[in-house]
């Protein structure tokens, strides 16, 4: 199970911190990532962090703003977001992946405006 939290409303230029909390299964054997799907458009990558948590990788359109860890001593991944646009508006999903196992978050809204 992954349970995401931290979404909200925040204007542009503010920040937010999502978290992901997993449950039932060996989380640090999984790879984590990050989703998001705006209104109307289809869900895409924007970060991905290896099960160690020394590797990690982010779509061009988040790089320098957006920062993934994790902590697998709390079975938690996180998102670290600044700078954030009105762009970055949509719903953020966590995901868990290892060898053919795949598991989605149910997502939290993350809302950018003034």
């Not at 925040?10 to 640090?28: D, E, I, K, T």
């Not at 966590?94 to 978050?105: D, K």
């Amino acid at each position: 199970q992954l349970v995401e939290s931290g979404g909200g409303l925040v204007q542009p230029g503010g920040s937010l911190r999502l978290s992901c909390a997993a449950s039932g299964f060996p989380f640090s054997n999984y790879v984590m990532s990050w989703y998001r799907q705006a209104p109307g458009k289809e869900r895409a990558l924007v970060a991905t962090i290896n099960s160690a948590g020394g590797n990690t990788n982010y779509a061009d359109s988040v790089k320098g703003r957006f920062s993934i860890s994790r902590d697998n001593s709390k079975n938690t991944v996180y998102l670290q977001m600044n700078s954030l646009k009105p762009d970055d508006t949509a719903v953020y999903y966590c995901n868990a992946w290892f060898l053919l196992r795949n598991y989605w978050g149910q997502g939290t809204q993350v809302t950018v405006s003034s």
